[in-house]
């Protein structure tokens, strides 16, 4: 067996690689990208295949693929390496549609590489030159992305360089992240941590913390999120493009002009939201990419605070002090337990209502069930929601004087329900909101709205009547079978 | 090939038996005993004739601090619980166990895995991997490129890069590990029989040569069982009580 030495790290007389190269069983079909850092090759497998692969490994024979190969700028760039090596790391490590799926990976003692799934569709990178984009465009794009990076937190990944060059949509239009080179896994080995004394990031949109060398919150990818947000509503940089640290750390004391100063349309709940995104301090941001793909998706239900309003830039004295506070300043997020305790700490609880059905005992237990999950997590944000049934055919009809009658009166059902917990554990600062779905399917409608939200547990009451349930089949226990997250069905 | 490394089984037969069985059910096809057969615990022959079995089968063995202590006698130097605990050990073990212990090798070498109780740099003198000035020492010290450890009984990954900088990390049970080619690696996998990170269950490491990934386990055991032996016997009390609080 082959004994390697550290002195292998730049292959020894390496053959460039052109299209038709075989490489471990993998053959380059056609360059299809040269980035900063790395070829992209799309390959085919001849001959089995080989390097190094999980043990695990099914992938489908007719998956698109592609290979990574590091552009290595002689010995002196342990930036490529050691960001090639995270990322040869952490991509086996993630799951999901929100990623592309790893096939393969090739050593630096040989010829180093990822193969992985190709996603076809275009990357945010070019849509940045049409900024501003529609209004409705932004929101679009801020909940796709917002919840592919909460699957990818709750994956104890923090991302660490979100921009639209690594965001990737597939057909369905499903968000993908790219470019795992400066992440974080909490699970993994961070073999960047102590590597370098620079910040690391993309200067527009690198977090505060980052700044400050905090590699584990994963606030810092809404921040960027919200930088990119900014970016697409305003059509300029909140904090310019820095290049020093220096240029860097302005973004600790300097806050960015309201995109309502920049753009008359925005309407004062997108403020909210971006400026919420920006905050310096990671905990008055949103706390979790679902609760921000929550509030992107049901503006009516985003409270609307000073944020909202702002019309300028805080004036100089306000900078001066913020500055003098910055000088030095380490970074005061509250210390975690880990990049997805983060996420679960700020859980999104659904209390899906029957207001106009159940009775009231079931009413009350739902309620006190719903207290006792809220209670232990002051993070968690609690959706009521209630269906409204509709007939399959016919839609149209139904959003009319009666129809909008009936959605009123079940929001007023919902928000009775809800304000004894409301006004007990002081929920009305924007951790409650309020929503009637329509549709033909109570329980088609109500895991949907789960999905959708990333809710981590859903409490409902169980059908009491037992001639009901017969003839209409049980709600919940649908519900129980079809979610993907928890599901609590109270009895009376 | 998946190898199964387990270290610092300290006679604790429950501990050892429930991290084979693991083992088994996660496709281990080779084992290797990184020393520490014997000492602390209650069961120490029973733990021995296993891992001699093992290694008549073709499984991987190297000698502990422990091992060599009772397969040499207690010296007079040693704190007399450590003297005690070496003369009952002694007193269990028949004459073929004790040459066993006295026969095992250092080091072990498989591929470019290297097999140590202690560290590389000086494997008899028992220096303990405490940090990461210890473990770029040992990983130095050999051209291995994946040592495995025991001594240490808290589980612990350190990582050398080809630029000299090194890293450490505390895992996380299950989570495969790539072991990437790239880097130096120097595992402890954490102790079987006698737990001290605050958890009470077993530790070994699993390696997959094929993947390149390592992956720490821990397996819950009946250490009530173990502590019962060792408090039965009339060895030291503290012995029996650290292995519920693992510490």
């Known amino acids: 067996m082959e004994t390697e030495t550290d002195s292998t790290l730049e292959p020894a007389n390496r053959a460039p690689l052109a299209a038709g190269t075989i490489v471990d069983g993998w053959q380059l079909e056609e360059k299809l990208h040269t980035g900063g850092m790395a070829h992209l090759w799309r390959v085919t497998r001849v001959s089995g295949g080989s390097g190094t692969e999980p043990a695990s490994n099914d992938v489908p024979a007719d998956l698109p693929l592609i290979m990574k190969v590091p552009r290595i700028m002689g010995g002196e760039d342990p930036a490529s390496i050691v960001g090639f090596e995270v990322e040869q790391m952490i991509l086996p490590a993630l799951q999901g549609p929100h990623v592309p799926r790893f096939v393969a990976r090739g050593d630096f003692s040989r010829e180093p590489y990822i193969v992985m799934e190709r996603i076809d569709g275009p990357s945010l990178r070019a849509r940045l030159d049409e900024a501003p984009l529609a209004i409705d465009e932004v929101i679009e794009i801020g909940s796709r992305v917002a919840t592919a990076l909460h699957e990818l937190h709750r994956q104890h990944l923090v991302h660490l360089d979100v921009k639209p060059s690594n965001i990737v949509f597939r057909a369905d239009g499903t968000a993908v992240m790219v470019d795992f080179g400066l992440s974080h896994h909490d699970r993994l080995p961070d073999l960047l941590d102590e590597e370098f004394s620079l910040p690391m990031g993309t200067g527009p949109y690198i977090s505060p913390e980052q700044v400050q060398y905090v590699r584990d919150d994963p606030r810092s990818d809404l921040f960027a999120l919200g930088v990119m947000l900014y970016h697409f509503t305003t059509g300029q940089r909140p904090f310019g493009s820095p290049v020093t640290v220096r240029g860097l750390r302005r973004r600790l004391y300097v806050d960015p002009i309201p995109p309502r100063a920049l753009r008359a349309d925005c309407p004062p709940w997108l403020q909210e939201v971006i400026l919420k995104c920006l905050e310096v301090k990671a905990e008055r941001r949103w706390q979790s990419g679902a609760q921000l793909a929550l509030a992107l998706q049901d503006p009516t239900q985003v409270p609307l605070t000073a944020r909202a309003q702002r019309a300028h830039v805080s004036n100089a004295f306000q900078r001066l002090k913020r500055w003098f506070f910055a000088i030095g300043a380490e970074p005061q997020t509250s210390p975690l337990e880990g990049v997805t305790s983060q996420v679960m700490r700020s859980p999104i609880v659904m209390a899906a209502i029957d207001v106009d059905q159940a009775s009231g005992e079931l009413l009350d237990r739902l309620r006190e069930t719903v207290r006792r999950i809220v209670v232990t997590e002051p993070g968690a944000r609690l959706a009521c929601v209630s269906v409204m049934k509709t007939a399959r055919i016919g839609m149209d009809e139904l959003v009319d004087a009666a129809g909008q009658s009936v959605h009123v009166k079940q929001l007023v059902g919902l928000k009775h329900w809800a304000r004894p917990i409301s006004k007990q554990l002081n929920l009305e600062d924007g951790r409650l909101t309020f929503h009637v779905l329509e549709a033909p399917d109570a329980a088609t409608a109500i895991v949907e709205f789960a999905a959708r939200n990333q809710v981590d547990q859903i409490v409902m009451g169980a059908r009491g009547n037992s001639t009901l349930r017969r003839y209409l089949g049980s709600v919940s226990s649908q519900v129980v079978a079809q979610a993907d997250c928890t599901v609590t069905v109270v009895r009376a | ?247």
């Open chain 2, 1 to 247: 090939m998946k190898i199964a490394v387990i270290t610092d089984l300290h006679a604790n037969r429950e501990a050892v038996q429930a991290v084979l069985e693991h083992a088994a059910a996660q496709g281990a096809q080779h084992h290797a005993f990184v020393g520490d057969f014997v000492g602390y615990g209650g069961d120490p022959a029973w733990v021995v004739d296993c891992v001699r079995q093992h290694v008549e089968g073709g499984a991987t063995a190297v000698m502990g601090n422990h091992d060599a202590a009772v397969a040499q006698g207690a010296r007079r130097t040693m704190r007399a619980e450590a003297r005690f605990v070496i003369d009952w050990t002694r007193e269990r073990l028949d004459a073929g166990q004790l040459d066993f212990l006295d026969r095992l090798p250092m080091t072990h070498e498989r591929g470019d895995l290297l097999f140590v109780h202690a560290n590389a740099y000086a494997p008899p003198e028992w220096g303990y991997v405490e940090g990461k000035s210890e473990a770029v020492r040992s990983l130095l010290a050999t051209r291995q490129r994946i040592t495995f450890c025991g001594h240490m009984h808290e589980p612990m990954l350190y990582h050398l890069s080809a630029t000299g900088k090194s890293g450490s990390f505390v895992p996380v049970a299950g989570e495969a590990i790539p072991l990437l080619a790239s880097r130096r690696w120097l595992v402890i996998p954490g102790s079987a029989g006698q737990p001290r990170d605050g958890n009470p269950a077993a530790c070994y490491a699993l390696y997959d040569e094929d993947a390149a990934e390592l992956t720490y386990w821990r397996v819950p055991y009946d250490h009530e069982a173990a502590m019962a032996k060792i408090r039965a016997a009339g060895l030291p009390q503290s012995l029996a009580a650290r292995l519920a609080d693992g510490n």
